[in-house]
């Protein structure tokens, strides 16, 4: 199996999976008539980031995978998403960013070494080890808090939201 199938798709499809999920959050505030603030600023804890961080996580990691995998410059979002227009647009950006990435790019990229500095630590990986201890378990734990966020206030949200149908 190539690299790019275990990296490129899974991101994709994880962002098309996670801006459906918004739009039922959307739609739910509509039908509702809680102002969409409501839900974007939602946590589920006091410390823990609310909606509209959530999924701007999601984008990081995956336009950041995306990117260091292929040797590409990473985009830069300004993080000022405050609707849900604007969070779909972001998420756009980061679905057409990964799709102009093709598998030859990521050829020997799990040997590469990727250097992270985390709060003023600095991590450092092979290319594999990045992605499979990095960026997927931070990119499903963030889409996974979207959705509980979204679901614990009441929007009727199933795994196959989650999941995604087949495609």
């Known amino acids: 199996m190539h690299l790019y199938d275990v990296s490129i798709a899974p991101l994709l499809r994880n962002l098309q999976n996670l801006k459906h999920i918004l739009q039922q959050g ?3 505030a509509e039908q509702k008539k809680v102002a969409p603030e409501v839900l974007l600023n ?3 804890s006091v410390d823990m980031y609310p909606l509209t961080n959530q999924v701007q996580l999601v984008s990081d990691m995956s336009k950041g995978a995306g990117a260091r995998l292929a040797g590409l410059a990473i985009p830069q979002y300004a993080d000022d998403e405050t609707s849900f227009a ?3 647009a972001r998420i756009d950006k ?3 960013f990964l799709a102009q990435i093709q598998p030859e790019q990521l050829a020997g990229a ?3 070494q990727v ?4 709060r003023k630590a600095e991590l450092s990986f092979t290319g594999l080890d990045y992605l499979e201890k990095w960026v997927m378990p931070n990119v499903y734990f963030h889409s ?5 966020i979204l679901r614990h206030l009441g929007v009727p949200l199933g795994k196959t ?4 149908q087949k495609r």
């Open 144 to 148: 996974t808090t979207a959705y509980n």
């Open 86 to 88: 604007m969070l779909y």
């Open 26 to 28: 959307e739609l739910y």
């Open 161 to 164: 939201d989650y999941l995604g």
């Open 115 to 118: 250097v992270l500095t985390i």
């Open 94 to 96: 980061t679905v057409d």
């Open 110 to 112: 799990e040997s590469k």
């Open 42 to 44: 939602s946590r589920l």
